[in-house]
């Protein structure tokens, strides 16, 4: 019976995985084809930023949405999940048939972050009801499929080179069989309904320290990851431009598909450590470590082509595997009725950050250089490293206290 179980689970959770990767193929899908779009269209940078920051505007409208709905709780996850991976799918196709940079691409990526908002958080929900123990592990491992995804429009513009069309058809296509693949997969035996999102609830995020610290490191975190993932490619060409490199567009891709690749296969590891020295730990050293590699970067801007590309795939590896860790803290320290109402709410802010810092990128470059903009990448984690610190200090105040009352009793 239990080996029956062990096998279900495994099998589930592969599909849930490779069904993440295909559906989230669809999120940075403008990024990987920017420069054949910037060239048939003359993109600026105001309209270049919006195409990838409209995704995110999407996502916090889409997830506040079904959170206030109940959606994943009224209907089965699986379902939402491939209803929504279709919608995704849909939108991001018919940016072949648009103009582009005009107002309806710009509207079809919304709708594709509405969509992809019910793929993540729906799919965290599945993974999450397999197991109670070993979630840091669980986390870490759909948050790498997340990743994965997310890299994965980099590969594919390899495939499509400058037939950007070609490439929006691919991830298109990886998220219709994303969303026919997740109906296969079985609910674990800790699928409970998650409560709704409650705005009486958001006062702990201020009230509470331990959820205001992870509140906190969760921004810092943010304000980097997804502004990131979004033009390193973008700062790579410019650098190996400078550097004369052939072609430094494609091997700009081939750099960037390895750097957040690479991040979202650490992020399993970091999730199993994670549940063994603690949450808080784990995500401040890997912001430190992400601080660093983002500055190193910026000081290689246009030098050594090799210097840069390791730098940049170093800074992809340490940037990732913290994610999956603040909303854990924030379900750790939250009562469990309202844990859902702020892990949603810690969502919002979230991605509403990343959506200024992914607008003001191109500006920031076209201003100061890309040297200056990678610098100011790496401010937000280098802030949550303290963020982290006081937290691991205070969980750790906390159970001393909780072994010492135990012991009196």
């Not at 390791?310 to 750790?332: C, E, H, M, N």
């Not at 610098?375 to 982290?388: D, K, R, S, Y």
Request: hydrophobic residues 55%.
């Amino acid at each position: 019976m239990l080996k029956a179980v062990q096998n279900s689970a495994a099998r589930s959770l592969a599909l849930l995985v490779v069904a993440e990767i295909g559906a989230m193929s669809l999120w940075f899908i403008s990024a990987a084809i920017m420069p054949e779009l910037a060239r048939e269209a003359a993109l600026g940078s105001w309209r270049a930023g919006l195409l990838s920051s409209s995704v995110q505007i999407g996502f916090v409208l889409g997830a506040l949405t079904m959170a206030l709905h109940g959606t994943a709780d009224r209907y089965d996850p699986r379902r939402v999940f491939s209803i929504c991976a279709l919608l995704a799918a849909m939108s991001n196709a018919l940016l072949i048939v648009t103009t582009p940079g005009g107002d309806l691409q710009i509207l079809l990526r919304t709708l594709t972050g509405i969509g992809l908002a019910g793929v993540y958080p729906v799919g965290m929900k599945i993974a999450v009801g397999w197991t109670v123990k070993r979630r840091g592990l669980l986390v870490g491992l759909l948050v790498g499929a997340l990743t994965l995804g997310s890299a994965s429009p980099h590969a594919l513009a390899l495939i499509g080179d400058a037939n950007w069309r070609m490439t929006v058809s691919l991830a298109s296509a990886c998220a219709g069989i994303s969303a026919g693949l997740i109906l296969f997969a079985r609910l674990g035996p800790h699928h409970v309904p998650a409560p709704r999102f409650s705005p009486a609830s958001l006062r702990l995020a201020w009230t509470s320290r331990p959820i205001r610290l992870a509140y906190a490191g969760y921004l810092c975190h943010m304000w980097e990851l997804y502004a990131f993932w979004a033009w390193i490619a973008a700062a790579l060409s410019a650098s190996l431009a400078l550097a004369n490199v052939e072609d430094p567009a494609q091997t700009a891709r081939l750099a960037t598909f390895a750097a957040i690749g690479l991040g979202g296969v650490f992020c399993v590891p970091a999730g199993a450590l994670a549940d063994r020295i603690g949450k808080a730990r784990v995500a401040g050293g890997a912001m430190a470590l992400s601080a660093t590699f983002a500055f190193a970067t910026a000081l290689s801007f246009g030098g050594p082509a090799w210097l840069t590309i390791a730098l940049a795939v170093f800074w992809g590896i340490f940037v990732i595997p913290d994610s999956a860790q603040f909303s854990a803290l924030v379900a750790d320290a939250a009562p469990a009725d309202r844990a859902g109402s702020l892990m949603t709410f810690q969502t919002a802010l979230g991605f509403l950050l990343t959506a200024v810092t992914i607008q003001s990128a191109p500006f920031l470059a076209e201003s100061f250089g890309w040297s200056v903009t990678l610098t100011v990448f790496g401010i937000g984690p280098l802030l949550g490293v303290e963020a982290m610190r006081r937290l691991a200090r205070a969980t750790t105040t906390a159970e001393r206290k909780t072994i010492k009352k135990e012991a009196s009793v």
